[in-house]
């Protein structure tokens, strides 16, 4: 008879489609543990926020199975070696991680206890999409066709975790106070919060039958609802990405929509060829571009605030502030409006993204701010500069979405910090630059650097 198994949580917190929990509940007695470690105390406070409700959720999940989370804070080698001591357990098993921290702290642990790592964060491991000489990819659209073309094996079916004959002690959550530094805009934000793998699975649902159909066409949309909503749940891992991806498969509008779940796979395949890409720029030649790296600087501040005068922009940093995330195609806008019209390192823009975002990756966020910033895996960095104004009349045409976002009574002014003193009755900022001037300066600034690079 083997001893219980700990089951070592980090994000893939659901019962569904869990290879990890699958192997560990057919050898017997289950121990789920969550640990909250240096990484966790250094979350970024909206992420931060997103994951206490998805442990809450899962807690109040598994003990209505009959099993429990243990919650402990610590080293995970650490930690895990005392509840071995303390349980019996003989293996320690976990679903992988493909950031160098994560990938650290499960090396450590498998130096240090018999244990097994599982895929189940992504629809295939980073190192088994090659190109046809064995390689990785650089670009997304062969990536893209070689992951379909190899297939998503199909989710496995939920496992309820066998209880131990006896719990070892669990730490509270509410003593961890994970979502204190959100401050008073912790309520603004919890009120759009859906967490859990139920409400997960629950809002896959409605959107494979709703609006899935029409996702090709309508999901770049700024005033229509088109959007799956699940990156959150995919951030902390309460729904799958294979359960996503089949729940789609055979119907109309399918395509589109899994090749952008591919994205995400695409973003942590880069990751792992190239982990530098979370800090450093992914594309050579960029060290000396004339950023600029001072976040305190008024235009940056105003693109904080919601407050560069050009409305498009305004709206979607004020839908970030009001409820921990942001349209997809407006992400981009105000990522290109900060590293080009406003010249200011993506690394700020991502740095505050990561603050704010409840569905924050840190893999798609570096890719998706080098890749609007010109130093990513775009094709087409130079010129690729998005106009506001013609993004605004092509994607909120009605403009739906800068009245409900710009709207006096939005509630952004009780979300945004006192510090900043923004009141309602403000009046509407002016630009900070026109978008002429914006696009020429940048045009020039990549211009000379594509000039420079080819002198030497």
Not at 317 to 329: D, P, Q, V, Y
Not at 390 to 407: H, I, V
Request: glycine share 8%.
């Amino acid at each position: 008879m083997s001893g219980p198994t700990l089951l070592w949580l980090r994000r893939d917190l659901r019962l569904g489609d869990h290879p990890a929990l699958t192997h560990a509940a057919a050898r017997g007695p289950v121990i789920p543990v969550f640990i909250r470690d240096d990484e966790v105390r250094g979350l970024p406070a909206a992420p931060a926020l997103r994951l206490e409700a998805a442990l809450g959720a899962l807690s109040k999940r598994l003990e209505g199975l009959g099993s429990r989370l243990i919650l402990r804070s610590g080293e995970p080698v650490e930690v895990l070696r005392g509840l071995m001591a303390e349980t019996g357990a003989d293996l320690v098993v976990w679903t992988r991680r493909y950031d160098p921290q994560g990938k650290e702290s499960g090396a450590a642990v498998k130096a240090a206890h018999p244990a097994e790592s599982y895929p189940g964060a992504l629809l295939a491991e980073p190192w088994e999409v090659k190109t046809k000489t064995g390689g990785d990819f650089k670009v997304f659209t062969p990536f893209w066709r070689a992951l379909s073309a190899r297939g998503i094996a199909p989710p496995r079916p939920a496992v309820s975790p066998p209880a131990p004959s006896q719990w070892p002690a669990s730490e509270a959550l509410a003593d961890w106070h994970l979502s204190a530094p959100m401050n008073r805009g912790r309520a603004v934000i919890s009120a759009h919060i859906r967490a859990g793998e139920e409400a997960a699975l629950a809002q896959l649902d409605t959107f494979a039958g709703q609006h899935l159909a029409d996702y090709g066409d309508a999901r770049d949309q700024l005033g229509q609802a088109a959007c799956s909503g699940l990156s959150a749940a995919l951030a902390c891992g309460e729904v799958s990405p294979r359960q996503v991806w089949w729940a789609a498969s055979g119907q109309s509008g399918a395509e589109a929509f899994q090749r952008q779940l591919a994205w995400r796979d695409f973003a942590w395949h880069l990751t792992w060829h190239s982990p530098h890409m979370l800090s450093d720029n992914w594309r050579e030649g960029w060290e000396h571009f004339p950023w600029n790296q001072d976040a305190t600087r008024p235009e940056v501040q105003a693109w904080m605030q919601g407050r560069t005068g050009v409305e498009i922009v305004d709206a979607a940093m004020r839908e970030l502030h009001l409820t921990g995330t942001m349209h997809n195609r407006a992400r981009m806008l105000v990522a290109s409006y900060l590293t080009k019209h406003l010249m200011t390192h993506w690394r700020i823009g991502a740095e505050f993204f990561a603050e704010h975002l409840v569905d924050w990756d840190p893999a798609n966020n570096a890719m998706g701010w080098q890749w609007v910033a010109g130093c990513g895996p775009d094709a087409a960095p130079f010129f690729r500069i998005f106009n506001p104004e013609t993004q605004a009349q092509k994607f909120d045409p009605t403009g739906a979405y800068r009245a409900r976002w710009l709207a006096p009574d939005s509630g952004f002014f009780d979300a945004v910090p006192r510090r900043w003193g923004l009141t309602p009755d403000m009046p509407a900022p002016t630009p900070v630059i026109t978008l002429k001037q914006g696009r020429e300066r940048a045009l020039s600034a990549y211009h000379d650097m594509r000039n420079g690079r080819q002198v030497y």
